[in-house]
């Protein structure tokens, strides 16, 4: 297939880009580099089956010379992500997943492509059900801290659905629970990443309140393979795309210090305002995706975690 990848420089799309051109498909990624990195690309900026094109996908793509060859496939994982980008780029945020989802759309519909959204777990908000499955409606607050993110996701499921309904576009959703692995930034604030700095610099870790609150990671192998099932498969979606296996933060934090080796001290702080409204848990129920795509995640989260610290180590983030 030839396939377009919003957002391919990033953590996710930048995995995405490298399990669909090692499959044999032609990939065309587009980022602005807000927050994707050249360097997740590795190898792929000069593979004969990969092109890099530095673009906002919130500006209209139909026209655009980069984009006049038909793609089988158009793949939305264009948005900033973390909680850190909540509070600093919101606009963007709310930006990419309106005016850019529905250009991406717009191209998807005029090539007769298929499109999937990559959607997230927070369209469930701070769930009042457990495990989450698809059919929940979520406890979301439209004006909190996380708002940005979470309606901007749920306005580009609204908008899939209609072009599927009114257009007639085959589209795909996934909803992306928790994922960690290489190639996150380590300044994102999210908790995996700051408790492996925190850990590998000796400070202290630092757990908002007790830490009994619970997520459920997913290793970024086993979240592209789930992707690419969901793209592949006959499910429009949505379709929940995480590992069920869930943790506490308390214990995510305690493997982190025993497999990086540190010392750090485990401390508790106060929730800054920023982080208000994150959800006190999160699970996902993966039955539809076992069931109809065969997809289910097979990497422990000791692995993954190792792996990433060795990423992290070898990138340089390291005890002084």
Not at 188 to 204: K, W
Not at 281 to 288: A, E, F, H
């Amino acid at each position: 297939m030839r396939v377009l990848v919003a957002g391919g420089a990033g953590f996710i799309g930048s995995h995405l880009s490298d399990a669909l051109v090692e499959r044999g498909d032609t990939v065309v990624a587009v980022d602005n580099l807000l927050t994707g990195r050249r360097q997740n690309l590795g190898l792929l900026l000069g593979h004969e089956h990969f092109a890099l094109v530095e673009r906002d996908v919130t500006e209209p793509l139909i026209g655009c010379s980069e984009f006049e060859e038909r793609f089988d496939a158009v793949l939305d994982l264009a948005s900033p992500a973390s909680p850190d980008d909540f509070a600093n780029l919101p606009l963007e945020i709310l930006a990419v997943g309106s005016t850019g989802t529905r250009n991406l759309l717009d191209l998807a519909c005029e090539q007769g492509s298929r499109f999937l959204l990559a959607s997230t777990s927070e369209v469930y908000g701070d769930p009042l059900v457990h495990p989450q499955t698809e059919d929940y409606l979520g406890n979301v607050d439209p004006v909190g801290p996380r708002s940005c993110y979470d309606e901007a996701k749920r306005f580009a499921e609204a908008l899939t659905v209609a072009y599927r309904r009114v257009r007639g576009t085959d589209t795909r959703i996934a909803r992306i629970f928790n994922t960690y692995g290489e190639r996150m930034r380590p300044d994102d604030g999210r908790v995996l990443t700051n408790f492996i700095v925190q850990a590998l610099a000796g400070e202290p870790m630092t757990l908002y309140g007790d830490g009994s609150q619970s997520r459920s990671f997913c290793y970024v192998a086993d979240e592209v393979a789930g992707l690419l099932a969901v793209l592949d498969g006959d499910v429009p979606g949505p379709v929940n795309v995480g590992n069920p296996d869930e943790r506490t933060i308390r214990e995510t934090a305690e493997l982190v210090r025993e497999l990086t080796g540190s010392t750090s001290e485990i401390i508790e702080v106060s929730l800054p305002e920023e982080r208000f409204g994150d959800p006190r848990r999160r699970c996902p129920d993966i039955t539809l995706a076992r069931n109809r795509l065969e997809w289910e995640p097979t990497t422990p989260l000791r692995l993954g975690l190792q792996r990433m610290i060795d990423s992290m180590r070898a990138s340089g983030v390291d005890a002084p």
